[in-house]
């Protein structure tokens, strides 16, 4: 059995990160093109470095935890990936976590394969080098370079790993052919509005079983044989435990 899941901002929203679109987005009040661009960072870096900040910062509050909906993809995929769990001719098993969420909850849950597309916001990046690091702390002007702190022209030189509009997402190669052998796809509140996120359920095979679980109807919906319409954190674990059965799973 190959599982390929791909979520978005609805699965941490219960754990307190706000999703990008509708009331109380983190999009509402931001200009896209400001906060989110290889141009708007160029304009002003200070400001954006300021809106990642908040975001680092939020995340890191002891209030922001993985919800059940985490915990039970962690959960599933153990079970998927349990070595007495070998489909009818016996091969391997597959599992990916194809997550949109810049933020690590998927990870904090236990999840083992998980591919951050758009990035981690927990980690910075060399603009000179492309070089990634572990970070935790606001990000300046002044920030030095964590491997040449006395360098005063090497302050400044690091940006936030994350993927902005315009830039090429991370493991699209590797996303496309995890969907291509897919036998079951999940799409996991997820706006279906970004693409190629998006249109990563038109790559799946027609033999591929695709289910969706959103608060609401998504554009992407009428692609999906089954559409799930509820809280992420009632909805998943209980999908995953139907699935778990049918599969007979451990
Ligand atoms: P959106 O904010 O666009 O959509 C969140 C979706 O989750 C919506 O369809 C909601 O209906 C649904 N939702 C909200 N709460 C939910 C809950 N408790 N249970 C189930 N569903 C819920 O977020 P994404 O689709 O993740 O990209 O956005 C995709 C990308 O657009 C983001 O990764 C980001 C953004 O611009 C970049 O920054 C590159």
């Known amino acids: 059995m190959n599982v390929l899941v791909l979520t978005g901002a609805g699965i941490s929203a219960e754990s307190g990160v706000p999703t990008f679109r509708g009331a109380d987005g983190l999009w509402e009040g931001h200009a896209i ?29 002891a209030d922001v935890a993985p919800n059940a909906a985490h915990l039970a993809l962690a959960e599933f995929e153990q079970a998927v990936m349990s070595p007495h769990t070998a489909d009818d001719h016996e091969s391997a098993n597959q599992f990916l976590l194809v997550t949109q969420n810049i933020d690590n909850l998927h990870v904090r849950a236990g999840s083992q394969r998980v591919l ?25 002007l002044d920030t030095p370079h964590p491997q040449d702190p006395s360098n005063p022209r090497a302050r400044g030189r690091l940006r936030p790993h994350v993927v902005w509009f315009g830039e090429m997402p991370i493991g699209l190669d590797r996303i496309a052919r995890a969907a291509s052998t897919a036998d079951v796809f999940l799409a996991i509140g997820t706006s279906g509005l970004v693409y190629p996120a998006a249109g990563i359920v038109r790559q799946t095979s027609p033999a591929c079983r695709r289910i969706e679980i959103n608060l609401d109807d998504t554009p992407a919906s009428s692609v999906f044989d089954e559409t799930i319409r509820g809280k992420a954190t009632v909805e998943v674990p209980q999908l995953l435990d139907r699935l778990a059965k049918e599969w007979k799973l451990g």
């Open 116 to 140: 951050p597309m758009h990035g981690e916001l927990l980690k910075v990046r060399c603009i000179d080098t492309d070089e990634v690091f572990d970070w935790t702390d606001d990000l300046s």
């Open 33 to 61: 093109e400001d906060v989110a661009t290889p141009e708007g960072f160029a304009r002003r870096p200070q400001s954006v470095h300021q809106f990642y900040n908040q975001r680092r910062k939020q995340l890191q509050h």
